[in-house]
Every structure is written in structure tokens, then in C-alpha cells.
């Protein structure tokens, strides 16, 4: 099963690399994934405009199994009543003996994240009842501490009970996004990956825009950083590193 993990677009006119969304949708296709998750804050400011632009780009993807969630910036300024209009797409995905579940953290007009208890028991029974195949779980706020982006100040609130039920349902995988840094860490035996934007100018701690190339193999995880336009980095590389990992590719004046 091939995974590509996309976060962090912000379509709109400031800070947003077009050529690069560009780039990454043809680099996207090329790969023919398996599945697309696509982590939230599509948009800059959740306007209208950046809405249809972003529906556009990714109505470009070529797979048959996407799964679009929002995130903080789009829901700023009443954009949550336009997520609707334009990403009717599923919130759970069940295919090959693999079942994607979308757990949406975004809230009007606040950038840190939240699950909620509702939606905590509603992962629980959805869990309980794919117990045999290969979970996993998106969201758009980080879950855990991610080095090289300064205070910490935006996390999941109610992280540790999204925690307890992702290890209590021996969930696999779990893709975030958010903070614009790749990372990776284990968490008994769940392994949890970070994106870093596709499209955004903001970067953190890594000076590329990049996505996730995730493949599953018999219930193996090997996870790759692919850079637009760029190389695929293995996320050890990053992990081991002794300083801040930094990685920059040449722009056409």
C-alpha cells in the first residue's frame, strides 16, 4: 500500500508557492498512490477565493481514494461554512485491509486544536469494529512536541486522551501536520509522522517544501520525505541529525 501525505497548502496570496503545489500534484500522480491524505489547512484565511483555489489544485490529484480533512486556517473568519461546499469527501476510508480515519481538530477562529470527547468515542467504536486491519489516523494538529519551532503553544488540548485511545485501539500510523516540520516518532506501536507544508513559504526548521511518501508492507512502515522537485530523504536522516536538519533546493530567479 502506498501512502502520499500532504499538509499545509495555504492557498491564497500571501506566502503561497503555487509552482510548488504544482510540481507536487504532478510528482503526486506519477507515484500512482494507493491513497492521498491530504492534513488540513488548505487555505490561508479560509476566504472563498482560496477555497476555490485550493478545490481546483487538488481536484487535479489522480487517485480514487482521498481523504481531505481542515485545519485552524480554515476555519478563520466563518471558513468552516465552506468546507462543505467544497470537500464532500469521507471522513473514513476502508480498503485492502486498511481502514483511514479523519479526526478533525480545527475550531472558528483558534489555532491551538481539539478533538472533543464525542468524536473520541466515536474513533473508539469505529476502532472496536476493524480490530484485524492496518489503522490508521489523520488530523491536522500535532499530537506531541515537534523540535525546531519555538515555544510550543498550539497542541491538541485534550492530546492525552487522543493518545490513550490511538494506543488502547493499537492504532498503526497516525499523519499530522500543522507546524510545517517533517517528523517522526514511536509511540509504543504506533508511529506517528509529521508533514511539513507542500505549498507554504513558512517553513520550520526544514527549507523545503515536501510531503510524505509512506509505503506499508505487511504491516511494515517505511517512510520517506519527498521534496518538490527534490530528493526523497529518509525520515532517520532527520531523526539522527546532531544539529537542526536543513535542506534547501535552487529557485529560478
Known sequence: MLIVHVSDLHCGKSGFNSKALELAVEEINELMPDVIVVTGDLTNRGFLHEYELASDYLSRLECERTIIGTGNHDYRYTGYLL????FQKP???EFDGAII??????????????????QVQWFKKIMNKHKDKFKVVALHHHLVPIPDIGLEKNIVTDAGDVIRAITQNDVNLVLCGHR????SLNLNDSMIINAGTVS???FRGFFA???NVIRVKNGEIDAKIK???GDAIDF??????????IYSIAKDD
Do not use: M, Q
Not at 510545517?180 to 517528523?183: D, G, I, K, Y
Not at 532517520?236 to 536538519?245: T, V, W
Open 91 to 93: 471522513r473514513v476510508l
Open 236 to 245: 532517520k536522516e532527520i531523526l539522527n541529525a546532531s544539529e537542526p536538519f
Open 227 to 229: 521534496v518538490v522537485d
Open 209 to 211: 517544501n515536501s510531503y
Open 101 to 118: 480515519v479523519y479526526l478533525s481538530t480545527a475550531r472558528p477562529d483558534r489555532d491551538e486544536g481539539e478533538v472533543g470527547y464525542r
Open 180 to 183: 510545517h516540520r517533517p517528523w
Open 83 to 86: 468546507c462543505k461546499k467544497y
Open 200 to 202: 507554504s513559504e513558512r
